[in-house]
């Protein structure tokens, strides 16, 4: 069954192209706006070279053409238009391909601080910068790899995996704790809270835990992993991520630290990004 979503995607011409409109480009750089001296200063470097180096600015709404074209020269990777949530097989056989999916419609004013499915913004300003960097894009490569060849409820620890990283990861750096995920990147409130709230647990990493950490898509996240730094994800390249993903179904679920809901326990939709 797929998704319900209230967004339409739009559609790229013969030349890979989306017309965007006055309207939702100034939605872009509304965003851009507002979320850029925030990242300046909290996001990890790596994040703010790719995006230097991707040349997003808040002039207009990136194509992913063109952002493919730059990520192809820099680490191999490119940009697919896709619908704002698709299923767990086509997002990791993209992943797989070195293809990242990206929903295809930016958000409409209403719902500047906050949308259920992810927009045009999270994907190319909050993830596809630190897929200039290798160490990044190599795990999302590998990850999208072992995910296409999981069985259902395998690709269910995964996604976890997944959330607490590429979604919402925090790192040390030399200059202090910094943020990596770009489910945080591409959001204002969510930036803020993550650094310099009291209410969230900022854990230690730990794939075991990560795996079985419940998470909900629809509120301010109640835990975070944080990195040494990014070679900690080479790290997980290396160790028998599925012999871990069985441990972790063995062993059970942790408790939620927020109120659950009436379908927590069923195989989660997978956001496009």
Known sequence: MQP?????AKKPDAHGYIHYTDA????????????????AARAHPAYLKGLEVLGLNNERIPQCVEVSKILQDTTGWSVAPVEALISFESFFQL???????????????????????????HELFGHCPMLTDPTFAEFTHKYGQL???????ERVYLARLYWFTVEFGLTQTPAGLKIYGGGILS??????????????????????????????YDIMQTVYFVLNGLDDLYQVMQCDLMALVKEASELGMLPA???QKDNEDKEPEVRSC
Do not use: C, H
């Open 24 to 39: 939702e480009n100034a939605v872009w750089k509304a965003l851009y706006n507002r979320q850029y001296p925030l990242v």
């Open 257 to 259: 630290t927020f109120p």
């Open 147 to 153: 995910g296409l060849k999981a069985s259902t409820k």
């Open 95 to 121: 992943l797989a391909t070195q293809q990242f999916p990206a929903a295809s419609f930016i958000r409409i004013p209403e719902e500047l601080d906050y949308l259920q499915e992810p927009d045009i913004f």
């Open 4 to 8: 319900k979503t209230k967004y339409t």
């Open 187 to 216: 959001s204002y409130g969510e930036t803020l809270y993550a650094l310099d709230s009291p209410i969230p647990e900022r854990k230690p990493f730990d794939i075991l835990t990560m795996l079985r950490t419940p998470y909900r």
